[in-house]
């Protein structure tokens, strides 16, 4: 873990590390890698990966539309918005 | 009369025989919430509609099963028309235009929502020292943490201001809280409990449950629960259970699994003594005790460290300032205004998760990290279907010890970490776990854990039900004993 990794993947998290703090984090993160490094030991060759307990592909419903007419009452929760969308800074110049 | 230390069948009775009104019952928890605010235990409280839900009651007296009931809801589960923050600056001004599945059972159940409880920011935390609005305190000593990241929840229980509340456990945020507050609670096996509207942290792992002083009312709560719910495409269609018809079975030839694998050696001498106490009480109900192996158990906490973190990173990319919660001022363009955000809106911890998910999911160390903890991730749900071939559940302590200081661990990501040591597993292979008082070590409760089978949770209620109406560990509280 080093300072060009951390720049890497904070961009790709949309994180900005202040830099007081960067090397804390590059310490911590490197800490935890290492931490988690232990499962190298094991020998994993013939072994499915697992990734939800249930082992079941997500169960689809009929493609009805169940919630109908929120819009108004989720664009009222948005930070920025007008009686159709979400308001953000201009993208297109 | 009242109602502080009763639980959820006292306090039905209470008002049905009238000894108490509805409002009564309302107006003493805001009294006691108010006379105990130092806790810290809720963010945001519900004090309005809830005595007005209370004078509905009293004019037109209900027999649902939780009818006028105060129940503490975790600031997790999103509450339509309630400020709901998952302990997070990010969502510090979120009002949700729609209630959680779990909220909406309870209170189609009748029960009262009185607040919201404090927590770890998003769930990630095992003392609710990372909340944006400060730390709880343990009523067990005014120094000391709670646990998390349910330790608003347990703290406000284990005070006595509410009967019961709800918790979620991603790792073991019900048990290891309930282990340091000295209360009882139970994780049930994922799918059991809906998960829509409960603010997303590990989807693999995330999982409700509720947070009582008695196995008894833990039953009673979960029977409210679970539903089968369409809108979470995990939650399970199993048949659903009375939880509470199972409660005083016999022990006689059941059988207890003890992990041989498990290094008792590192633990508070204390801890050990007091566990093994209680395989003492169960061999005496008549349960057998079976040595089990779990080869891979200790390679749970790095494994939980790569899944939880990558899933989290995920989960939090919807925070971004664009459809709801805060966003920040002052920014040029679109990057900056995500970047920005996301960056005062989350704090350090969160953060970190959120990196280490990145990380381990980004291209060169998927293969390394995420699927090689996958893969672990198998192991240890083998080792525990095997277990389960000869024993009912497994018993070992929830936590290392009690409740530790506040500020204790330090800034060492993982020493925290290994708080949820004994708890992690069973949210990786899926299994319900729950946590009940079984010893006071200096005036501080701990407790012991009690795993079951895959969709057993009526089996690991039996057993703390029944250790519960052999011992009083349940009944002590920071006041001294309450029969």
Redesign the interface.
């Given at each position: 873990m080093d300072k060009k990794?951390?720049t890497?993947?904070?961009y790709?998290?949309?994180?900005?590390?202040d830099d007081e703090?960067e090397e804390?984090?590059i310490n911590?993160?490197g800490?935890?890698?290492e931490?988690?490094?232990?499962?190298?030991d094991?020998d994993?060759s013939e072994?499915?990966?697992?990734?939800?307990?249930?082992e079941?592909t997500?169960?689809?419903?009929k493609d009805i539309v169940t919630a109908k007419n929120?819009k108004k009452?989720?664009l009222?929760?948005?930070?920025?918005a007008n009686e159709d969308y979400?308001l953000?800074?201009?993208?297109v110049e | 009369m009242t109602i502080k230390y009763k639980s959820i069948k006292e306090i039905k009775n209470m008002i049905s025989h009238k000894e108490i009104s509805n409002k009564e019952v309302i107006q003493e928890v805001f009294s006691l919430i108010n006379q105990f605010q130092d806790l810290n235990a809720f963010i945001t409280l519900n004090e309005e509609n809830s005595i007005k839900k209370a004078e509905e009651l009293d004019n037109n007296p209900s027999d649902l099963p939780l009818a006028g009931i105060p129940i503490a809801q975790k600031d997790l589960f999103c509450t339509e028309g309630l400020r709901t923050t998952c302990g997070s600056n990010i969502l510090n001004n979120f009002i949700p235009p729609y209630s959680a599945t779990v909220i909406e059972n309870l209170e189609n159940a009748g029960c009262i929502s009185v607040g919201k409880t404090n927590m770890d920011e998003f769930a990630m935390g095992s003392s609710n020292e990372t909340s944006f609005f400060g730390n709880v305190i343990n009523p067990w000593g005014k120094d000391l943490v709670p646990g998390g990241s349910s330790g608003g929840a347990a703290s406000a229980v284990a005070a006595g201001l509410v009967p019961a509340a709800t918790g979620t456990d991603t790792g073991g945020s019900i048990r290891q809280p309930a282990s340091l507050c000295g209360i009882t609670g139970i994780k049930p096996t994922y799918g059991r409990v809906s998960r829509w509207g409960m603010i997303a942290f590990a989807s693999s792992l995330d999982q409700a449950g509720p947070m009582a002083r008695t196995a008894e009312d833990c039953a009673f709560m979960l029977n409210e629960m679970c539903s089968h719910d369409e809108k979470d495409t995990t939650s399970l269609d199993n048949d659903i259970p009375d939880f509470e018809e199972n409660l005083n079975s016999s022990l006689k030839g059941k059988k207890i699994g003890i992990v041989s694998d498990l290094d008792l050696s590192s633990l508070n001498n204390d801890v050990v003594e007091i566990y093994q106490n209680s395989l003492k009480e169960f061999e005496s109900m008549g349960a057998e005790l079976v040595d089990i192996s779990l080869p891979h158990l200790s390679l749970s906490v790095p494994t939980y460290y790569v899944v939880a973190p990558a899933e989290c990173s995920s989960n939090l990319s919807r925070f971004d300032g664009v459809k709801f919660g805060m966003r920040s001022e002052d920014v040029k363009d679109l990057e900056e205004l995500y970047i920005k955000t996301r960056s005062e809106g989350f704090g350090n911890e969160v953060k970190r998760r959120i990196l280490i998910g990145s990380y381990v999911l980004s291209a060169g160390y998927y293969d390394a990290y995420y699927k090689k903890a996958q893969q672990v991730r198998r192991l240890i749900k083998n080792d525990f279907d095997n277990a389960f071939k000869k024993i009912d559940v497994i018993m070992t302590p929830t936590t290392r010890g009690p409740a530790f200081k506040i500020g204790s661990k330090g800034d060492d990501p993982i020493q925290m970490y290994l708080e949820d040591l004994f708890t992690i597993s069973a949210n990786l292979a899926g299994l319900p776990a729950m946590s009940l008082p079984n010893g006071n070590i200096e005036n501080k409760p701990i407790g012991l854990q009690i795993i079951g089978n895959f969709l057993d949770e009526s089996t690991i209620l039996n057993f703390a039900h029944m250790f519960q109406n052999e011992t009083n560990w349940h009944m002590y509280t920071p006041e001294g004993i309450k029969q």
């Open positions: 990794t951390v890497t993947i904070s790709l998290s949309r994180l900005k590390i703090k804390k984090i911590d993160l800490n935890i890698i931490f988690v490094d232990q499962l190298n094991v994993t072994i499915d990966p697992l990734a939800n307990p249930l079941k997500a169960k689809t419903r929120l009452k989720l009222e929760v948005a930070p920025s979400f953000v800074p201009r993208v | -």
